[in-house]
């Protein structure tokens, strides 16, 4: 990897902090956040440097490499799931610390150095479908709209567990059938989410829609709006935003401790932030409006609601 493939870089020589960030491919949505995140270790004096992994794992790899390389001690991000699994042996191999704001795959093997602070697929599962017993939904029965990746099979297979029969049709959102069920859930990466609401907006509002986390995104809420539809999305608790500056915080805390004498995973197994098992304390998912539904009918919103 070239020196292209950093967007920015710290003035000092051997930076000890990697930021690798969507800053293309399918979660470029992000992009501004790594950014920010790169703002606050300079202003907080950590040698750091953003690099691209395009959420492609063999991207993710080769910037990898290129941390090691550059001497890098301790990365965050790799919000692509894929991506982080693809470079969790090579970082562990090199003793490499990793900080995972935005990966939900259940199934990665954290501990070892590798820290998870968002949910995970799982109880996003559970929680919409706790939602929607709040709302006797399974008893109307759920309509699944799924994208093919990945990240959506994965969550397809936690909400079958979650549901059962409750999931009377599983399709995929490019299929143009009409949605048919009272309630429907979208499972998909957030380009796909969008096109879906686009191009269903008419069926969409004659029933309840929950979107997944992907969407949960301003270009979403915005197109949404613009639509005029009610819609609902699982975001996690805080926002990814605010789960990478609370890495960059810790990895600012930890330069501050005199790194020198410890790696990232010997000092942070001191502090509380984390399970024995690598995921975060305060991991939580909630079920936010996107447009509630009087601000879809052009009444004043009065606030968020939170499920």
Not at 49 to 57: E, M, N, T, V
Not at 62 to 77: K, P
Not at 80 to 95: E, L
Not at 254 to 268: I, L, N, T
Request: aromatic share 6%.
């Amino acid at each position: 990897m070239t020196m292209q493939h950093f967007q920015r870089m710290a003035k000092a020589s051997r930076p000890q902090v990697g930021i690798a960030g969507s800053l293309s491919g399918h979660r470029v949505a992000h992009a501004p956040f790594f950014h920010a995140a790169l703002d606050f270790l300079e202003r907080r004096g950590v040698p750091a440097q953003l690099g691209d992994d395009a959420s492609s794992p063999e991207q993710a790899l080769a910037l990898a490499h290129a941390f090691e390389r550059n001497g890098v001690r301790l990365v965050i991000g790799h919000f692509n799931s894929a991506c982080a699994r693809a470079v969790m042996p090579f970082y562990r191999a090199h003793g490499m610390a990793l900080l995972l704001p935005a990966s939900t795959d259940v199934g990665l093997e954290l501990g070892a150095g590798a820290y998870r602070l968002c949910p995970h697929d799982a109880d996003q599962a559970r929680t919409i479908g706790d939602w929607l017993r709040s709302r006797a939904a399974p008893a109307l029965g759920v309509e699944v709209r799924v994208d093919g990746s990945d990240y959506a099979d994965r969550l397809l297979q936690c909400l079958r567990s979650e549901l059962g029969q409750g999931i009377v049709r599983v399709l995929g959102t490019a299929d143009p059938a009409p949605v048919s069920a009272p309630l429907c859930v979208v499972l998909a990466v957030a380009h796909q989410a969008l096109d879906f609401m686009q191009r269903s907006s008419p069926g969409l509002a004659r029933c309840t829609t929950v979107f997944s986390d992907e969407a949960a995104v301003a270009e979403f809420s915005g197109a949404a709006r613009g639509l005029g539809l009610a819609c609902w999305v699982v975001t996690p608790e805080p926002s990814y935003e605010a789960l990478l500056m609370q890495a960059c915080e810790l990895a600012a805390r930890w330069h501050q401790h005199k790194p020198a004498e410890s790696s990232f995973a010997q000092w942070v197994g001191a502090q509380t932030h984390f399970l024995p098992s690598g995921e975060a304390r305060d991991a939580a998912w909630a079920v936010r409006a996107c447009v509630p539904p009087h601000a879809a009918h052009g009444l004043p919103e009065t606030a968020t609601q939170v499920h």
